[in-house]
């Protein structure tokens, strides 16, 4: 689990981080200074987009030079310390399932929500685990699984000319040391604050509070977060 390493030495890993989720926590993560590998299905599709995010994040950073190196899910999953998954819920199942082998004894943090659309917007899918991030747990019976970055716009995140962020990310997970883990990384994005939420048997309520925000978003043209008050 990487004890006994500061949370800014660490190489953060992101599964699907050519997508929008994953591109974004790669490019506020890299400007703030952290290692970051980014995976995706098309090794080269990854290089790609990670020499894009090392010149904008280096540009944010004030010209300082970043780290971010582009491969296969399975390289990045092999190489990072702690790793975020960002792929599309669809091929959630599929993907971690052939890669229990280079996450286990590692923190893997799911920020994956299972969000169907239809004529009335976004609804939440049945899992049958329960959650996404209970369902990764099962995948992964040897990796520290947390659940953390659900509520981060995708947009806000690549919106650089934002230098902070205003919002809380909520933790959910059973090890102690792997939620302080993700909250002290959560931390390391300007202006946010990692809050443990419980157990992962609450991932379900976290992921589904995603959906009010795509609700809430799209009826005020916004790009809501959340905000834990009194802590």
Known sequence: MSEGRAVGDLVVGVLGGTGAQGRGLAVRLAAAGQRVLLGSRDADRAAEVAATVTER????????????QGGSNTDVA?????????VPYAGHADTLAELASPLAGKVVVDCVVPMGWDELGAYVLDVPDGSVCQQAAALLPDSFVVGAFHHLSAVTLEDLS????DGDVLVVGDVREATDLVQALAGRLPGMRGVYAGRLR???????LTINLVS?????KAHAGIRVTDV
Request: aromatic share 2%.
């Open 162 to 165: 934002l230098p902070t962020l």
């Open 216 to 220: 809430v978003n799209r009826r005020y």
């Open 57 to 68: 994040s280096s540009a944010a950073a004030g010209g300082v030079e970043t780290s971010v």
């Open 78 to 86: 092999g190489a990072a310390d702690l790793v975020i998954v960002a």
């Open 202 to 208: 609450n991932a379900r309520q976290v992921e589904a």
